[in-house]
């Protein structure tokens, strides 16, 4: 390894097309495979193609970044924000906020302004909270070993980071890098979807619980995470200029296949899941000294790739 | 609060001028404050400058990030970082690496290359490793409250996010949001600053312990957050002039006194920080529904404010 390519880990979220093998079959005892391994080791059942229904597509002048909803823990906020979509509510509003180490948040600028502010034609302005559900044993949930900071148990569910108590007989989304999640005010049912958020920073697990979750950042994270932070009070922009435009936030159901982002996601319920958990939580790659021996909730990867060449490795 | 405003916790890292006072004194019990409240009554006594023998300049022409360095945990490290700045080893040099979710590095674009790389001069090219230190009862130690997923105690001495084992009798800086260390190849000696990296997601605690972390970004980061993100393997910027040109990184004590950055630090081992901790435990803003009564280390603030705009409050 060169000094230039001085690394220090492998946090791979897409999948490299190039794999490594495991171990040769002569050694005594398998090593536990690294990440790297896990995915190019993986078989197609492993993974899982977006759900067109409930994938967002928030469209920049820059690029596409690709949603994905989460209708199992705030299906009233799912179901507006694709109303909000499908009506065109969003096409031409902006990025409005960017707090560095917080969030993304866009929203209509003019929403102060009645003469100005977009109307609502069939959806919600506002919604109930949303900001857990009950216990459901019955939904899937792989929960991580080590115990966490702020929840009696964390795992993953359906692909989104969760956590569960038994004892309230509550499960709620949590505040992991990448999740969408909508802005109120102090009101608890004061949101609903016309301003959605996004984690760009360590995880706030202080929001859990506090605010509706509603989906995550599969791809196109960069698009917002990159952004020009605020100069105004809690990251808004100052200057209606500094706000990046939104060209439209579109249900990918309603945008034509030839368009649409054609990705799968590694299911979060399978045995190679759980292998790719324990392959992070010790991590064994030639660079690490002291594998950590635990692992948090906002350290595990939720591996996304192109469908097609997923395919076609496996076809061969 | 207005609908445009739709804000969801306060996450301030930097005071504000304008502070809220505490509950009227005719409340029977007083309500703990909340962190604006800790940082408008919190007096000189509860912050420090920041040394300028151990704080670096890294200037780029967007501006100026301050990192204070920990010379208590990475002292040689720290040496020598402080050597190569002033031997001018870093200027001209760029950020080559930003990687979503992880890190921002910079490095010597050309030190793949003998006849173009930058010659060290006084200063080394490699250091043994400074990934843990020794446990001392005697270093100054605010634990957190709640259990730590990756170590034993988690908590802060003199400014810096700190674990402790007391088992294994180590103590080491964990990586949070804004955390400097020296990148380095497999073999652990392989480092010693002529790369630097900064923690720019959530913060990989993986990584505690498998390299040296040797200081902070107190101002500035989203200098470093903001960068657009590499599009090589591990977000390596694949073309020479996507690389952000370093104009110099020097030490502020050898930067004219009238030119420094003049910011303070508020200390860690102090009433007023314990109260912040709780404060942020346990929020109590009007907009939070559930406090979480827990802290992550990753989710403590440490305010940085300027110098003279604290001086001038407590002199009124």
New interface residues.
Partial sequence: ???????????V?AI?VSGRLLASPDTAKPKPPIMAEVLSNSTPADWRPLDPENTLYLEFASGRVVIELAPAFAPRHVANVKALARERYYDGLAI?R?????VA?W???N??KPELARKIQHARATLA?E?DRAFDPNLPFTPLP?????APEVGFSGGFPVARDRHSGKMWLVH???MV?A????A?D??GG??L?VVI???????????TLLGRVVQG??LL?????GTG??G?YEKPEQRLPIKSIRVAADVPEAERSDLEIMRTDTTAFKELIEA?RN?RE???????G???I??VPLPVRPRNIGASKHER
């Fill in positions: 390894m060169t000094r230039l390519h001085k690394i220090f880990g492998f946090t979220v490299l409005v960017v707090q560095d180490n917080y948040q929203a209509d600028p929403a102060e909270a900001f080590d115990k966490d900071v702020y992991c890098y990448g999640g802005g109120r005010d102090n608890p004061s949101g016309t301003e958020y920073g360590h995880a706030p697990r202080h929001l859990d619980r506090n605010v994270m960069e995470s990159a952004l020009p932070r009070a809690l808004f992070r991590r030639p660079w690490f000294q002291v594998p950590a635990h692992i948090e906002g350290n």
